[in-house]
């Protein structure tokens, strides 16, 4: 094993230093403010729309004969596959009606159990003289003020009545000041009906314009109101065998319940994810029918200006998945879905559903709506058969990744902790060992890289998609290990340059080709969790800052390349993690440029005082700052997280964002990364105990990078522990391979010491 030399520290003025942080920040500023992708043109508005939400509705349930209305409305509409998520880790009926009336994530009032027991047995409206309210109103306003969302209940209803009493405020003005009349168009209300969509259709005080329990009141409702919501009366799911569980109450205790909905509570003890059951459950088939009849008496009635939007609007059990959205009618042409809030063809969000709702009818959208109008992707070829086999697939791609993740995560830390205790042995050990430590080392560090790469092929669908993902997994894992031991690669850096420079080059190809990897691996978030669609998770950005920051500090950079070498490796880097039509992470932007300022500081020797740590501090809020600005002036339809982020910052709602975020970063301590996390630390303490740090830049820039990368990704990102995780994963061990055992002068024993000593000359005998 070899030692990484000492370099040469590079003469630094101030002049230019401060010319490379000027041109750093404004490559960076200027790239993270790039117009993100072009958004489909918005539709024309339609006379009306009709929401029409079938709980538990999935892909596998819409068949040419058992289902022909939502089979033919599939082939004559446009689709996509939609994320009910909303609070927890899955989403029962009431709180998919109360998301959908208030355009943002809200949960139930009653109990979420794992066959959604309670949160289906809704209440229906209570009328007096033809004015309906919401009895549980109350209730589920005071539910939702623990989630630190800033659901606004009945946000949809309180849009277009603003918009209403603005049209009726323009015309009294034109009248009063003598001009011609403007015209007030009636129908400006929401109407309910059925008791799921009575929670829709009300306003913030939990009052209803028109309510109705059957569908044989839906010309009265489209005679009133231009919105109207539908309920059934129907939730789709399997026959539960397995009594409920309804004495824990995860709403209440404000739990992201990952554990619940197993084998034991979702009776799925013998189905693959996504996998349709060779023969179909009886009750399931009758609630499928039952809902299709329905949707074919809505589909009957509506008008030739209006539209029809159906959707599975929420899980019939745990655990979640993703649900079907079809959208008909006037001016929508046959094809796909997508939403500025996905930014994937093909995915959708619950939210999304009302601010469609609100762009048919031409209101605005309130601050409070976190959804986005869907756009249609026009395709002359879209058929039924098409639509629902997409679906079918993305729906048990999903599903697959949801069942590998917990495993994959327990697996990185176990191995981790082994590669911790290689790591110490590799760098304060004895010879015995060392190769297996190494090969440890590197093959730990490569599993996070394989997890991305098993993304490229649809394991998903295969007969055991669970025993593929892990075959990918250790062919990945033994794929790198034997290329980083080959006799050419092995010495000195090069294993490290070649892993980590293999995890930077796959994500960043990822990125630029449409992110499509991480999605269908738990290297990135699952589309039914409805977190990301596109760009950079969190878990892919750990692994891809942790390889820039090994590239930075040990390439062999001569002359002026070291300098401007990484400044042009960190501004790529950024803008691949950043950029509105690449990563899109805003807590990742933030982490990359502080991390990456402080490691090029002690690159080029540097001395990281308290003033240096707070210029890269205010350097990367200063990128920060000036991309969220720059994306915030951008059309709403076409901001990213920056400039959500500080929309929330000027209307007053970062603090909940950011209380909600912190919420999540505290509640990962504890789960499976926490212990390669502890490992870290432990095993750091003791290679400072017994060898002494290794003084050189290249090493101290490596060290101090990563350890920024893990601990600010960790305080700024609502990933929390799993930042550290992954960054040492793949950290940890390369940078011990890097460094090496230490060097030890050959013993020289006792008798060769006394003979090697020199001989003071003596007198002469005779």
Known sequence: MTTVAPRAR??????????????????????????????????PEAEGIIVVGVPGLAWSDIDEQVTPNLWELAGEGASAAMSARTIGSWTCPEAAWVSLGAGERAGGAAPRDAQCEAQSQLQAPVGDDGAWSVPAWPDLVEANTAFNYGARLGSL??????????????????????????????????????DGAALAAADTEGRITFWAPGLDALPAAMDTCDIVIVDPGVVIGDTADNAPDTATDYDQLGEDDTEVGTEETSGAEDEEPGEIAPEADPVRAAAAQAADTAVGDVNEQLPDGWRLMVAGIADASAPSALHPVIYSGAGIEAGGLTSSTTGRDGYVQLVDLTATALAVVGADLPGTVAGAPVSVLPDAEHTSAGAVATGIDETAASSAVADVSWPFYVTLSAVGCLMVAAAVWLLCGGDRHRTLARTVCVAVAAMPVAGVAAGIPPWWRSEQPTLVFWALIVAGVAVITVAASLPWTRHGVRPTLLVAGLAAALIAIDQVSGATWPLHTPMGYTAQAGARFTGLGNYAFSVFAAAVILLVAFVPWRGRARIWGPIAIGVCAVVIVGAPNL??????????????????????????????????????????????FLDYLRPEADQTHLGRFVASVLDGSATQILIRKADAAIGTIGNSLTWISLAAVIGAIIIWRKRAPVRTDAVGAAVIGLTAVALIGALVNDSGIAIPGFTIALGFGLLAITVGPARTAP?????????????TPGPATS
């Not at 003469?11 to 010319?19: A, E, H, T, V």
């Not at 009545?161 to 015209?183: F, I």
């Open 747 to 759: 013993a020289v024993p006792d008798l060769d010491r006394a003979a090697a000593r020199p001989r």
């Open 157 to 194: 209803a309180d849009a277009v009545a603003v918009m209403a009493a603005e049209q009726e405020a323009a015309a009294a003005e034109a009248e009063a000041n003598g001009e011609p009349a403007l015209e007030v168009e009636a129908g400006s209300c929401v109407a309910g009906i059925g």
């Open 10 to 43: 590079v003469p630094w003025g101030r002049s230019r230093l401060r010319l490379a942080a000027v041109a750093a920040l404004a490559a960076c500023g200027g790239a993270l403010a790039l117009p993100g992708p072009a958004q489909a043109a918005p539709e």
């Open 583 to 628: 990563g899109r992470d805003m807590g990742g932007t933030l982490t990359l440029v502080a991390a990456g300022i402080l490691t090029c500081l002690k690159l080029w020797g540097r001395r990281l005082s308290i003033g240096a740590i707070g210029a890269a501090g205010g350097i990367a809020l200063g990128v920060f700052a000036v991309a969220g």
